[in-house]
């Protein structure tokens, strides 16, 4: 899945860990209908499970491997 005009998402920096962006990745997932997320999950995680506010519905599970 392509980000906004074509182009990846990316960590450029973060001011309290200059490693976190080797630490991290994003992850982009569609919520919805005409809807594009992005999420920045630890590169250490396997599967990310987007959840229903307030319950443990699992509204979608995305593997990262």
Known sequence: MEGIEGMEPRILSDSENHGAP?????????????????????????????REYGTSMILQRISLT
């Open 22 to 50: 080797e630490s991290w990745r994003l992850v982009l997932f569609k919520p919805g209908e005409d809807m594009l997320g992005c999420l920045a999950v630890n590169c250490a995680a396997k599967i990310v499970e987007l």
